[in-house]
């Protein structure tokens, strides 16, 4: 019996060893990834059925303490202005130069007039994109703001912004883009149109529409 015990510590001894020098030799076997099976879990998920801010805010009217905490959580819309028109009100883009006094676009009345009178910018300034604009009824997600440039019918930059999400109210909200700087020298100037987009989340386009602005020497 002693023998045999002697023989099994031995080959333990063996084993203990030989992993003891793959782990020095750095020949650990490799971690296998784990499969989250992402497809198989969410495919039959029914999303949940939205609600507008209105119903969200009845609802348990009859617990104080749960009316005052959504009140503050949602904000009250009993005294929000309704313009009647989207939830979303895009009011106007600015171009607002760094040293220079801003350009207003009011995007309550003709859209088409900004396409076809460019408005004058001086090459190489800094400027910011301002939006100005209201929500109304329900709090939104995600507003973002998509603008495309474009040169003789060719794009020549593009940019992606997050607004954010808000809450109605009667006041306007203001967003400011990080500042950003005109082509410049020869073959910067010259007249260039943009396609804009205000959409959020869920993907409801707020306002579509072009403008156009020509890069010169010198402010006019």
């Keep these: 019996m002693k023998g045999h015990a002697c023989v099994i510590l031995l080959m333990c001894l063996s084993c203990v060893c030989a992993t003891a020098l793959q782990v020095k030799r750095g020949d650990e076997p490799k971690a296998v990834p784990a499969q989250r099976g992402t497809e198989e879990l969410t495919r039959d998920y029914p999303p949940p059925k939205q609600?507008?801010?209105q119903t969200l805010q009845e609802r348990d009217a009859d617990d104080e303490s749960l009316v005052k905490y959504k009140?503050?959580?949602l904000g009250s819309t009993a005294d929000v202005l309704d313009e009647g028109g989207q939830n979303v009100l895009l009011k106007a883009l600015v171009f607002a130069p760094v040293d220079h006094e801003e350009t207003v676009?009011?995007?309550t009345g003709d859209l088409s007039?900004?396409?076809r009178n460019p408005f004058v910018v001086k090459e190489g300034a800094k400027y910011r994109i301002k939006l100005i604009f209201r929500v109304q009824r329900e709090g939104v997600s995600g507003l973002r703001y998509f603008e495309a440039v474009y040169r003789k019918g060719i794009r020549v930059d593009?940019?992606?912004?997050?607004?954010?999400?808000?809450?109605?109210?009667?006041e306007?909200?203001?967003f400011q883009s990080p500042v950003d700087e005109l082509p410049a020298g020869l073959l910067g100037r010259g007249d260039y149109i943009v396609k804009s987009k205000f959409t959020d989340d869920d993907k409801n386009?707020?306002?579509?529409?072009?403008?156009?602005?020509?890069?010169?020497?010198?402010?006019e």
């Excluded at 593009?158 to 009667?170: C, H, I, L, Q």
């Excluded at 386009?205 to 402010?219: A, G, M, T």
Aim: hydrophobic residues 45%.
């Design 105 to 107: 676009l009011d995007l």
């Design 158 to 170: 593009k940019a992606n912004f997050m607004v954010g999400s808000y809450r109605p109210k009667t």
């Design 51 to 53: 609600m507008d801010l």
């Design 205 to 219: 386009i707020y306002l579509e529409w072009e403008w156009s602005f020509s890069v010169k020497r010198d402010w």
């Design 172 to 174: 306007e909200h203001i």
């Design 113 to 115: 007039q900004f396409k």
């Design 71 to 73: 009140e503050a959580l």
